[in-house]
């Protein structure tokens, strides 16, 4: 089945993914089909459970462009080692379109992950020097852990997106009770069954 980039409300975005223990073809496949998603939605990163696969890897191409496929980065059971300072700025997500607020995130972060060659890697990333990278990566970690920027924009970005935060679960479970998106306990069980 082809896979494809689920919306809040979907119970992948709320699952803490399971470490990655074998980098095979499959996972490559996986990894290719993923990066054309995000360049059809015009995203720079995504996590593995934006497409209802609860493991722990995410991608990233900061350009969005993808001609560019020296900045194709592949991040597998990443670690964020160490954390310092805050910076604050707008962040947005693939899997609530159209969605925007600000969010404080570590200013400096150290991570640690496993390339598609089962290469291990580390970045020390600071958003003096590049804001969208530090952000991002701190995003996309986030999510394999069923956490969501929602969760942390600023209380008062909190306060003014909630309507819209609920406009788009209101969508979803109409999605679902029309029939174009499985019920939610088929959904789950296929998380927690997952690859059967
Ligand atoms: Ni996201």
């Known amino acids: 089945m082809a896979l494809e980039i689920v919306k809040y409300g979907h119970p992948a975005l709320r699952h803490k993914s399971a470490p990655i223990q074998e980098i095979d073809a499959n996972l490559r ?4 089909e993923m ?3 995000m360049y059809a939605a015009n995203g720079i ?3 593995a459970n934006q497409v209802a696969i609860p493991l722990r890897f995410f991608i990233l191409n900061l350009s969005g462009e993808p001609e560019e496929k020296e900045e194709e980065l592949v991040f597998i059971n990443p670690v964020i080692l160490n954390r310092k300072g805050t910076c604050e ?3 947005g997500c693939l899997s609530f ?3 925007y607020g600000p969010v404080k995130r570590s200013g400096e972060v150290i991570i640690e992950a496993f390339d598609l060659e089962g290469q291990c890697f580390e970045f020390k990333l600071s958003a003096k020097e590049d804001d969208l990278a530090v952000r991002a990566v701190q995003h996309e970690t986030d999510h394999l852990d069923g956490v969501l920027f929602i969760d942390r924009l600023t209380e008062a970005a909190k306060r003014a997106k909630q309507p819209d935060i609920e406009e788009h679960e209101r969508l979803f479970l109409a999605r679902q009770a029309a029939g174009e998106i499985e019920p939610m306990d088929v959904l789950k069980r296929k998380l927690a069954t ?3």
């Open 97 to 99: 379109p159209g969605l």
């Open 29 to 32: 496949k996986v990894v290719a």
């Open 35 to 37: 990066f054309e998603l």
């Open 194 to 196: 997952w690859p059967n």
């Open 45 to 47: 990163g995504m996590a």
């Open 89 to 91: 700025g707008d962040e």
